[in-house]
T-cell receptor, first 110, second 114 residues
Framework: SQTIHQWPATLVQPVGSPLSLECTVEGTSNPNLYWYRQAAGRGLQLLFYSVGIGQISSEVPQNLSASRPQDRQFILSSKKLLLSDSGFYLC?????????FGPGTRLTVT | AQSVTQPDIHITVSEGASLELRCNYSYGATPYLFWYVQSPGQGLQLLLKYFSGDTLVQGIKGFEAEFKRSQSSFNLRKPSVHWSDAAEYFCAVGATYNTDKLIFGTGTRLQVFP
């Protein structure tokens, strides 16, 4: 069966520091991969999605970036965090019109 | 453009009572529709989905949803709520022409009293 992992589970970072969140998927090949951010009371916002290695589409202009160095690995990064980057970050993998979510990373920027 | 509206931010019900969570979508063609549930601090779990066919779909945990094209709605129902159903519920729509992306509503937080 398919499994999706995210780490770290929680992270507290100062403003201006870099960020790296990792997502890996097991049990499937060539999945579509997604990064969402969930801010309090605002639902899920799609940040990036990828249909293959090295193929990244950005949905929202921001100081975040994403990379897909391997088929089942998706990384969310920032060079300098802003206070507004705080939130709950969810990775998902998708196939055949369905998406399955990881456990999420709670990021607090102080 | 596609959009999803969940008009109820917060709903409180008693355990054993029936439940209906509302979802309205905006999309020009036949959409793909989903309901997800999120427990506090957790990821989202797919409850059910509608692609085509029977407009009443059954999901996990005793939930069902009905697609009503005339009302652009996809409301989630459960005949008898359990305390463990307390969570946040998200409706989502996917475009039939671009099934890679989902648009989510802002969610409805369900509180269950014993």
């Amino acid at each position: 069966s398919q499994t999706i992992h995210q780490w770290p589970a929680t992270l507290v970072q100062p403003v201006g520091s870099p960020l790296s969140l990792e997502c890996t998927v097991e049990g499937t090949s060539n999945p579509n991969l997604y990064w969402y951010r969930q801010a309090a009371g605002r639902g899920l916002q799609l940040l990036f999605y990828s249909v293959g290695i090295g193929q990244i589409s950005s949905e929202v202009p921001q100081n975040l970036s994403a990379s897909r160095p391997q088929d089942r690995q998706f990384i969310l990064s920032s060079k300098k965090l802003l206070l507004s980057d705080s939130g709950f970050y969810l990775c998902a993998w998708g196939t055949s019109n369905e998406q399955y979510f990881g456990p999420g990373t709670r990021l607090t920027v102080t | 453009a596609q959009s999803v509206t969940q008009p109820d931010i917060h709903i409180t019900v008693s355990e054993g009572a029936s439940l209906e969570l509302r979802c309205n979508y905006s999309y020009g063609a036949t959409p793909y529709l989903f309901w997800y549930v999120q427990s506090p601090g957790q990821g989202l779990q797919l409850l059910l989905k509608y692609f085509s066919g029977d407009t009443l779909v059954q999901g996990i945990k005793g939930f069902e949803a009905e697609f009503k094209r005339s009302q652009s709605s996809f409301n989630l129902r459960k005949p008898s709520v359990h305390w463990s159903d307390a969570a946040e519920y998200f409706c989502a729509v996917g475009a039939t022409y671009n099934t890679d992306k989902l648009i989510f509503g802002t969610g409805t937080r369900l509180q269950v009293f014993p």
